[in-house]
């Protein structure tokens, strides 16, 4: 469901200029801020998707950060 329309491959989240605090206790990473660009990249073919191409068989929801099947989007 979620993989590449063009190939059938594991497609990549890449979130670019992404801003991560590091916890000095943990050494666990967390997340807080991107200032840059997302999109889906194809593991496979290397085919790139911008999140809302409608080729893609998924919504994704940037508010939520999280992707969802078509079907299952609210109307």
């Known amino acids: 469901?979620?993989?590449?329309?063009k190939?059938?491959?594991t497609l990549l989240f890449v979130v670019a200029d992404d801003t991560?605090?590091?916890n000095p206790e943990t050494g666990k990473f967390r997340w807080v801020s991107s200032d840059g660009d997302t999109w889906?990249?194809?593991?496979?073919?290397?085919?790139r998707f911008e999140t809302d191409d409608p080729e893609l068989p998924f919504k994704y929801d940037p508010d939520e950060f999280r992707v969802m099947t078509k079907e299952a989007q609210p109307t």
């Open 40 to 47: 889906f990249e194809c593991a496979g073919c290397r085919a």
């Open 7 to 9: 190939c059938g491959d």
């Open 20 to 22: 991560y605090q590091v």
């Open 1 to 5: 469901m979620f993989l590449c329309p």
